[in-house]
């Protein structure tokens, strides 16, 4: 058994919880930024950022017990269906712990978007996510071009003059 003084004691458990720390660093991506790419299961096969090279994407990180992500939904299938052949992609990616709680909100709330499922986690950490929902706009450089936190009748506008001028950019 080792025995360590009270100072030699705070100072390894400083260093042990500095250690962990950085180990579950969180990046805060603006605009400008290059979109992290991800690779996750998704309702209808896996789904790859990097696949969507040329578009514009929406990707929406959302949980089944979020009600603002709920409300968001009706907003986001309305964009894809009307945005869809202008080259908008959208990529919800549910964040929780369970898929089986995602696959049940989709039965009530279906989506006319992809769908991915991240139940670790790794991707929101990816992008600084802090809040359900959060949406960031990639162009189609790859690039993102805005964040936005939350989601409330107010936004809808707004969003989709980004989402607008993001495709009518030259390619």
């Not at 696949?51 to 009600?67: E, L, P, Q």
């Not at 189609?140 to 607008?164: C, M, S, T, V, Y």
Request: charged share 25%; hydrophobic share 40%.
């Amino acid at each position: 058994m080792v025995i360590f003084s009270r100072k030699t004691f705070r100072t390894v458990l400083f260093a042990s919880l500095l250690c962990l720390s950085c180990n579950g660093t969180s990046y805060a991506l603006d605009a400008g930024s290059k979109a992290p790419d991800f690779t996750l299961p998704g309702v209808q096969g896996t789904v790859e950022l990097s696949s969507t090279a040329g578009s514009v994407v929406y990707v929406d990180f959302w949980a089944s017990w979020c009600g603002p992500c709920k409300q968001s939904f009706g907003w986001m299938n309305a964009m894809q269906d009307k945005y869809r052949a202008k080259g908008l992609k959208i990529i919800g990616v549910n964040v929780d712990g369970k898929t089986e709680d995602a696959k049940k909100f989709l039965v009530q709330t279906p989506a006319h978007f992809t769908v991915a499922f991240d139940a670790k986690g790794l991707t929101p950490k990816n992008y600084g996510v802090k809040g359900m929902p959060t949406s960031f706009l990639v162009g189609r450089d790859g690039k993102i071009l805005f964040k936005h936190q939350g989601f409330k009748e107010a936004d809808r506008e707004e969003l989709e003059k980004q989402i607008n001028a993001a495709l009518e950019a030259k390619k």
